[in-house]
């Protein structure tokens, strides 16, 4: 058996939202031209490659894009 406590791995207490920096910020994680979408371009591309290699290489890159960011 297993629970599940839904909780914030880093506590978040925003005292001034900014709904501009939010729309930024979304769109650079999963917008058109963000992170999410360039990740399923490379895994999507590395199932037409011919050469194993290069398909090791997009299936890098594309995992790479999926990894979580620590920005300082």
């Given at each position: 058996?297993?629970?599940?406590d839904?909780?914030?791995q880093f506590p978040v207490k925003i005292k001034n939202?900014?709904?501009q920096?939010?729309?930024?910020?979304?769109s650079q994680l999963g917008g058109?031209?963000?992170?999410?979408?360039?990740s399923m371009r490379y895994?999507?591309?590395r199932y037409a490659m011919p050469y194993k290699e290069c398909?090791?290489?997009?299936?890098d890159i594309?995992?790479?894009e999926l990894a979580p960011r620590s920005y300082p």
């Open positions: 058996m297993w629970s599940y839904k909780r914030l939202p900014d709904p920096l939010a729309k930024i910020v979304i058109p031209d963000g992170e999410l979408g360039a895994l999507n591309q398909k090791g290489i997009l299936t594309g995992t790479e």
